[in-house]
């Protein structure tokens, strides 16, 4: 199996800026096979449906949900087996639980989730 964790989330003034951080392991047993899957950062406001936020393929190409472009930024270190997404800039509106994805093939796997709150 593959495990997922997030975390780096927590409470921040509007403007401010949070990294978070998922690490894989489990069946994600080396940086070789990390870097055969793609990840992705969603997220869930209360209320409302669970959304992509961001996502990175196995060769970095990267995308983002409009209503974050030019604001966060997602990464991956294969070597460390981790994905992140840096969070500039944000707003109240950008308040949810964050989940990571890992997705190979028809496989997918996702973390538990880590609280990001932004205070106005």
């Known amino acids: 199996q593959v495990q997922l964790v997030e975390s780096g989330g927590g409470l921040v003034q509007a403007g401010g800026s949070l990294r978070l951080s998922c690490a894989a392991s489990g069946s994600i047993s080396s940086r070789s096979i990390f870097s055969l899957y793609a990840m992705g950062w969603y997220r869930q406001a209360p209320g409302k449906q669970r959304e992509l936020v961001a996502a990175i393929t196995d060769s970095s190409s990267t995308n983002y949900v409009d209503s974050v472009k030019g604001r966060f930024s997602i990464s991956r270190d294969n070597a460390k087996k981790t994905v992140y997404l840096q969070m500039n800039s944000l707003k109240p509106e950008d308040t949810a639980v964050y989940y990571c994805?890992?997705?190979?093939?028809?496989?997918?796997?996702w973390g538990q989730g880590t609280q990001v709150t932004v205070s106005s």
């Open positions: 994805k890992a997705s190979v093939s028809r496989y997918e796997y």
